[in-house]
């Protein structure tokens, strides 16, 4: 296991697209984080997961995002009618119990 | 205010020099502190994290909690070029999410 794998790396998208993005975390960690970072800004959480269970998800994230992880392994993070505002870094993570977090590489998201 | 601040810098050390990195939570309740390097256009990676009061080292990187003062600081010995980074602190409350402050910038001069 080599670490946390993000696909796709970059994606461009037209305004109102839908777009989705996978992450496939290290496989012995059972919480799984989805952040969103601009430049010049620290990573924003958007949600997390243990195992299947979604436990959390940030109040400042509109409907049109929509995160699962089925079988608690692998999640997609789906944005719907995507916007300009949305473009940034989708970063996931994952964690054992304590420790922090691995990131992946990341999801550069642009939308034109 | 924000939970987690951080100055954005840049801080600039010559090479060798001690290079100081500092960072304030708002959350009493905060339980663990972590301290995240980001070469630009890279994720984040993690260099150590504490729990309790007083001083961790790991090779060049001490880090320093207070929880009285809510402060948290990453010194970092013998500065290299290569640490040349963004600095990012995190702090973890009652539930696993990570609140991460915005970065200070180093920039490491030979």
């Known amino acids: 296991d080599t670490g946390v794998s993000q696909n796709p790396r970059h994606k461009i998208t037209k305004r109102g697209q839908n777009v989705t993005f996978r992450c496939d975390p290290i496989?012995?960690?059972?919480?799984l984080y989805w952040y969103r970072q601009t430049l010049g800004q620290g990573p924003e959480f958007l949600t997390y997961f243990q195992n299947e269970a979604q436990l959390e998800k940030s109040r400042l994230l509109s409907d049109r995002f929509s995160a699962e992880r089925p079988k608690g392994s692998f999640s997609t993070l789906e944005i719907q009618r995507t916007e300009q505002g949305d473009s940034a870094m989708y970063l996931c993570a994952s964690s054992p119990r304590q420790g922090g977090y691995t990131f992946g590489s990341g999801t550069r998201l642009t939308v034109v | 205010q924000k939970e987690v601040e951080q100055n954005s810098g840049p801080l600039s050390v010559p090479e060798g020099a001690i290079a100081s990195l500092n960072c304030t939570y708002s959350?009493?309740?905060?339980?663990?502190f972590f301290w995240y390097r980001q070469y630009s256009g890279k994720s984040p990676e993690l260099i150590m994290f504490?729990?309790?009061?007083g001083d961790k080292e790991d090779g060049r990187f001490t880090a320093q909690l207070n929880k009285a003062s809510q402060y948290v600081s990453l010194l970092i010995r013998d500065s290299q070029p290569s640490d040349s980074a963004t600095y990012l602190c995190?702090?973890?409350?009652?539930?696993?999410?990570?609140?991460f402050g915005t970065g200070t910038r180093l920039q490491v001069f030979p």
């Open positions: 504490i729990y309790s009061n």
């Open positions: 496989s012995e960690h059972n919480r």
């Open positions: 995190a702090v973890r409350g009652n539930t696993d999410k990570l609140i």
């Open positions: 959350d009493r309740g905060s339980q663990s």
